[in-house]
């Protein structure tokens, strides 16, 4: 039984972009926050890592979203052959 109520103030940007995304899931931000619950309970613990992330880390990322260094491919078995399987 739901009898409790959690709440959160955050920036109005960062939780529509992340509601958007949720919804493409097929969840609402309750749904997340008692999965999310959930599984701090399982695991005694955040389900995730929270880290700052190194300096090689950081430069991949940025690489990464600005398509540098990103291979495509229109099939699966380009992939694959690409590496090797």
Not at 62 to 71: Q, S
């Amino acid at each position: 039984m739901k009898a409790t109520t959690v709440r959160a103030r955050m920036e109005p940007a960062l939780k529509k972009e992340v509601e958007t995304i949720l919804s493409t899931l097929g969840l609402t931000a309750s749904e997340t926050i008692h999965l999310l619950y959930h599984q701090i309970k399982l695991r005694k613990g955040l389900p995730f890592v929270v880290e700052i992330p190194n300096s090689t880390t950081v430069k991949a990322l940025r690489d990464g979203r600005a398509g540098r260094g990103v291979k495509k491919f229109k099939t699966r078995r380009e992939l694959f052959d690409d590496l090797g399987l």
